[in-house]
């Protein structure tokens, strides 16, 4: 960007995925790779993220939400697409038609996607979703029977065929947890029942991003990584992004609204949980807040480079912005300079981690939270 740069913005380097990708093809080498590509990419942008993934070898992708889906669909996407979280009276027609593959954990699901299938004159491809621990979304081993019964007979009937069988894990991110072994066992088991029944799947999944990175024996014929994909370490006890041979695809800019001297003693941002140190100091007005998906729960912890430090949030994080300490000396910051909150961490910057950490959550939460007031630049698209 040549011109004015925005208040905030976030830079999405799209080779960065691509190279995490193929990493991550490399973890799970007999397996395909879905890039999961939910909540906007993790608010990365999904359709520029799920281009990239596919350029770099991913096979599928997955959405939570069917209305995900068939926004890749209209933004010409034609790979296999899975999605999973459906309610009663869900777009099911519009996603068959779309020749999306649809979880069906519930005997409730199967019922209106064989509706649909009849509706729309197709065939409809389902994934049966099992519980094995996770206590979630899924069919219960109990009721496993009753499902997989109803969906050999529909597949009879012509309205469904089961592309795969699949489940997720509870505790991937905390390796060696016995709940692992524990669902491990219970998958195996409820595909043994499932394939004895008839299904033939074409894929069979439970492995999350954690789980590639720790669990080779868990990545079966596809693995769906999301986070990864996006290069942000899903634990920081699995190691950090570049020990896990990621990049992180996100860095988050802000252009310096304000420099101002100010005496000692002046109260700060909301509360004045912030008071400026005896004998005065210079304060950088950082435009982007809560609005913007920046964590209220950072304030005075969140760090921010700027004019080549690491700051700290002074105070509360407001709606809109957020205040640094620049100290008592000749700042060496001017109003338009540029505050990265976070990035690679390759030139100084926090990283999304670090923020996890700032403000008592999981970075997960920290990409996917940025919000729709940010404009998203897509770098090498
Ligand atoms: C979000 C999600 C994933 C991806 O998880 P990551 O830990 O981000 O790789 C996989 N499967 C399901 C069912 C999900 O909801």
Redesign the pocket.
Known sequence: MNETPPRVHAEIDLDAVRGNVRALRDRAPRSELMA?V?ADG?GHGAVACARAALEAGASWL?T?TPQEALALRAAGITARTLC?LWTPGGPWREAVEADLDVAVSGMWALDEVRAAARAAGRTARIQLKADTGLGRNGCQPADWAELVGAAVAAEAEGTVKVTGLWS?FACADEPGHPSIQLQLTAFRDMLAYAEKEGIEPEVRHIA???AVLTLPESHFDLV?????IYGVS?APELGTAQELGLRPAMTLKASVALVKEVPGGHGVSYGHHYVTPAGGTHLALVPAGYADGIPRHASGRGPVLVGGAVRTVAGRVAMDQFVVDLGPGEPGVRSGDEAVLFGPGEHGEPTAEDWAQASGTIA?EIVTRIGARVPRVHLHG
């Open positions: 999961v939910k993790y997955g939570a999973w997720h999350n991003s954690p769906r990584t999301g986070l990864a899903p997960y």
